[in-house]
């Protein structure tokens, strides 16, 4: 990894202020890059390694629908879910913080297939956090203590897809032992992936079905209702809204218009600029 990105250790009292909170906090933090300005909201996503297309789908709706708010994204740079996220922050220009199951040297950074991933997340003003020494390779037991920082250091903790065993439960009950809120996208209620995130909201996470939700419970003020109100539409604006009652392709949703192509496509640029619609290749997602 570039040399203009060192590891350094933070001193005990510059931890950052909700890990001071927690039980057990760690004793050592070492850093590469940028730490979290203090004026983010910290939202920690977590999930499957074996994600499945509906988890990216929900991945990408919602952090469009993120771009522009004090949110910060931590993560644990795993396969999955994980990285699915961190990519997302990267590119919705959201702040993302990395916190892998081993130390930060390049020789031991897990998994190794993210090492490219850690290098743009440093290059896009990001951070990568352990408390393991930079050289210390994972191992089982890493990755359940590093999940203790994940939940600690957060305001709240984001749950999309997690099966009946996954690791990704552990951060989850200890959002809530920590007293932050745990929140959980609803799933296909036939997919092994959805039965941690159904468990937790039977338990009394909140439900996550829109970016408004994740504002709210950070508690942020979302943007005027005036913005995306139906109101102000025009009637091809409505029918765009109207095809777009789930994601869908460019090119199907173009068809389903039935203009001249150049004109559906300032059309739905004028409409992303709106805040009404967002794209994210090559899926059209409806923001009102």
């Not at 600690?152 to 200890?174: D, F, M, N, Q, Y």
């Not at 029918?239 to 789930?246: G, M, S």
């Not at 004028?270 to 059209?284: D, F, R, T, V, W």
């Amino acid at each position: 990894m570039d040399s203009k990105y060192p590891i350094e250790s933070i001193p005990l009292l510059e931890f950052p202020p909700l890990l001071h909170e927690i039980p057990d906090p760690p004793k050592n933090l070492w850093y590469q890059g940028n730490l979290p300005p203090e004026e983010l909201k910290l939202l920690a996503v977590v999930g499957s390694r074996k994600y499945t297309s509906y988890a990216k789908q929900v991945i990408d709706y919602l952090f469009t629908g993120l771009r522009g708010y004090p949110i910060a994204i931590i993560s644990g740079l795993a396969l999955g879910v994980d990285g699915l996220a961190h990519e997302a922050a990267i590119k919705n220009n959201l702040y993302t913080l990395a916190i892998p199951g081993s130390g930060l040297d390049p020789s031991v950074l897990y998994p190794s297939c993210h090492r490219q991933l850690a290098e743009d997340i440093l290059k896009h003003g990001g951070g990568l956090l352990s408390e393991y020494s930079p050289e210390t390779t994972a191992a089982p037991w890493t990755f359940p203590q590093r999940n203790r920082i994940m939940a600690g250091l957060t305001h709240a903790t984001l749950l999309i897809e997690a099966g009946a065993k996954s690791g990704t439960l552990i951060t989850a009950r200890l959002a809530v032992d920590y007293n932050r809120e745990l929140l959980a996208v609803p799933g296909n209620i036939f997919s092994s992936n959805s039965y941690g995130t159904h468990q937790f909201i039977k338990l009394g996470a909140t439900v996550i079905t829109e970016p408004e939700d994740i504002i709210i419970a950070l508690g942020l003020e979302p943007e005027s209702s005036a913005v995306k109100t139906r109101s102000v539409l025009s009637l091809t604006e409505e029918k765009v809204i109207n095809l777009l009652n789930e994601p869908r392709d460019k090119d199907d949703l173009i068809r389903a218009l039935s203009l001249p192509p150049g004109e559906a496509n300032i059309l739905l640029m004028q409409m992303e600029m709106k805040g009404y619609i967002a794209y994210n290749s090559p899926l059209y997602y409806n923001l009102i």
